[in-house]
């Protein structure tokens, strides 16, 4: 994209949005336009292409939010559209000067007097000479888009990690001409017109322009014989499975990166990468703390007051937990290493013991508790007696 053309042409203005359009509103409208412009609906209409033409470019810098933000500020520097660049009333020379006005010349702002500075200053504002991936935007090899996805794992998978197999349908490498866009037994050839490099450079004036070729359309090169299957875009759309390998221990909402799954480059450029969402169902007897699993046991009056041997379950199989005599309810106990397995190593397992009260007594049991609560002589509650002797006695002395 050209300095000129950021300066001159109403991006907004062709796609019919406001300024403050949001990406979202911005997509939808080009979509529209692109399916009531395309070439292949309006064969042989060369105001259609042309308006096609137009509606790309402007969709190609507004969807970018640093290409938009560079837009948004050249414009707002130089002024939008016209014959001049902003407050600077145009860079032509020889006009007649107003009386009482100061000879104004504009390259001695950025320090000499060939506009090679003022070229200098285009490029850091646009990118014109390198871009990010350290190609010219436009004419090199560019990395494909990230692509996001969502898995759903139960408890014991996303503990001890596991495989599955991912569904996408979306954009792939044509597997007719492997991304090359050109008919299996051809290759895409160099373009004579930019020299391969995607761009053509122009003098206006003291000023230098690098537009995008029109004869390959930025791309560098020419494909004679477009492959049959992609029409020489060197994409399809395809379903494809992908295995997606989820760590041990994985977490609740984790993002899981698979490098190169996204969608694929364009111009021989690096495909981008899938982001899977993981979602992990609830288990019915663990829940989870960080790398530690926790269990609720119920356990007896009589078990609590005299201690007992439990046999509780883990991920992997039981093991043997020791109570000891007089066990308050609500007691933690931890059986180390029987947690979550990571990379760090394996968390605990931490069993919660609760005492269970029976609704409801037949007459045996109900006999047998009565008996040993007669012969239990420890006060359960000695403070909350202790306070009700000492109100007691406060009372009695007050109404003496």
Do not use: W
């Not at 690096?270 to 829940?287: E, K, M, S």
Request: with cysteine; aromatic share 6%; glycine share 16%.
């Amino acid at each position: 994209m050209s300095t000129k053309d950021y300066i001159e042409k109403d991006y907004y203005k062709a796609l019919g949005v406001a300024k403050d359009a949001s990406a979202d509103e911005i997509k939808k409208v080009y979509r529209k336009l692109a399916r009531e412009l395309h070439p292949d609906k309006n064969p042989g209409d060369a105001k259609a292409e042309a308006r096609f033409k137009e509606v790309s470019e402007a969709y190609d810098v507004l969807s970018d939010p640093a290409k938009r933000k560079e837009y948004d500020e050249a414009r707002s520097l130089f002024g939008a559209g016209g014959g001049g660049f902003g407050g600077f009333g145009g860079f032509g020379g020889g006009g007649a000067r107003r009386p009482g006005s100061v000879n104004f010349d504009v390259s001695d702002m950025f320090g000499g007097g060939s506009g090679s500075n003022l070229n200098d200053l285009f490029d850091g504002l646009f990118g014109s000479s390198a871009g990010r991936t350290g190609t010219r935007s436009g004419g090199g090899p560019t990395r494909g888009q990230d692509v996001s996805a969502e898995l759903t794992l139960d408890f014991e998978q996303a503990a001890h990690g596991a495989t599955l197999p991912l569904r996408l349908s979306g954009p792939a490498a044509c597997d007719l001409c492997h991304g090359s866009g050109a008919k299996p037994g051809t290759a895409p050839r160099r373009c004579p017109t930019c020299g391969g490099s995607g761009f053509v450079s122009r003098n206006q004036g003291a000023f230098g322009f690098s537009e995008p070729c029109v004869a390959c359309r930025g791309s560098g090169q020419l494909i004679d014989d477009p492959c049959p299957k992609c029409a020489g875009s060197g994409v399809t759309t395809q379903t494809r499975t992908i295995n997606v390998r989820i760590p041990s221990g994985v977490r609740d909402g984790a993002k899981v990166r698979l490098a190169g799954k996204g969608t694929p480059g364009q111009r021989g450029g690096p495909a981008g990468d899938l982001f899977v969402t993981v979602h992990v169902t609830q288990h019915p007897l663990f829940g989870r703390t960080g790398d530690d699993l926790t269990l609720t046991v119920p356990i007896t009056f009589a078990e609590a007051a005299i201690g007992t041997t439990l046999r509780v379950p883990t991920l992997d199989g039981a093991v043997s937990l020791k109570v000891a005599a007089g066990t308050p309810s609500g007691r933690t106990l931890r059986v180390r290493g029987r947690g979550v397995q990571t990379r760090h190593g394996h968390g605990d397992l931490l069993v919660t013991v609760e005492v269970a009260v029976p609704a409801k007594l037949d007459g045996e049991a109900r006999e047998a508790l009565e008996k040993f609560a007669a012969a239990q002589s420890a006060d359960p509650r000695p403070h909350i007696t202790a306070a009700l002797a000492a109100k007691a006695g406060g009372g009695s002395d007050a109404s003496a």
